[in-house]
């Protein structure tokens, strides 16, 4: 089976510009969640999807939106991007009823220029 | 809010040693998850051990066991006969009750370094 996918690994963006990144998760998981790991903020809740609807929101910007589509795929988007959205962003991914079981992703590593 | 605290920013331990990684929360939820997850330079976050807050049994597997205490909103892992594979960032996290989703709190993590 294969795990959570995040593509891409690697993305460099300037100042201003938006950026989209996907997750697909594992099969038959039906919630996708998203954290920011910065050296300076750690690791930060964004936004959690469960069939298609956000669940949860953790408190960020209205410059970070997501979704997620009927195959459980989600995407992330950030605009106007800011020097400080530099970050690692982690995909995870559960089953319905055992959420506490979840599965990471290795992650995409933005860098804004 | 819930939060969670690791006071130790690094820790290094010699190979085949036993080292005890440190993790206070805070929460006013009766019932949830507590997690050691670890992240080697690969990125990838790897759930190393779990623990649910409604057993008062400490959870163990292999090598990592934890010492949880509900009162005192303290959750320490215990790595026994370190490797040198055992180096990785460790974090410690919360989760609240399912019916809340999967919404994880992570505290800032400890850098571990085991030496030959």
């Known amino acids: 089976k294969a795990g959570v996918t995040q593509t891409p690994r690697y993305l460099i963006k300037t100042r201003g510009q938006q950026v989209t990144l996907s997750c697909s998760p594992i099969s038959g998981h039906r919630s996708v969640s998203w954290y920011q790991q910065t050296p300076g903020q750690g690791l930060q809740f964004l936004f959690e999807y469960f069939s298609e609807t956000q669940r949860n929101k953790g408190n960020f910007p209205g410059r970070f939106s997501g979704r997620q589509f009927s195959n459980s795929r989600s995407e992330m988007n950030v605009s106007t991007l800011e020097l400080g959205d530099s970050a690692l962003y982690l995909c995870?991914?559960?089953?319905?009823?055992?959420?506490?079981?979840?599965?990471f992703g290795s992650g995409t590593q933005l860098s804004v220029l | 809010a819930q939060t969670v605290t690791q006071s130790q920013p690094e820790m290094s331990v010699q190979e085949a040693e036993t080292v005890t990684l440190s993790c206070t929360y805070d929460t006013s939820e009766n019932n949830y998850y507590l997690f050691w997850y670890k992240q080697p330079p690969s990125r990838q976050m790897i759930l190393v051990i779990r623990q649910e807050a409604y057993k008062q049994q400490n959870a163990t597997e292999n090598r990592f066991s934890v010492n949880f205490q509900k009162a005192a909103k303290s959750f320490s892992l215990k790595i026994s006969d370190s490797q040198l594979g055992d180096t990785a960032m460790y974090f410690c996290a919360f989760m609240p009750p399912e019916t809340s989703g999967s919404r994880l709190t992570f505290g800032e993590g400890t850098q571990l370094t085991v030496n030959p």
């Open positions: 995870a991914s559960s089953v319905e009823g055992l959420e506490e079981k979840l599965f």
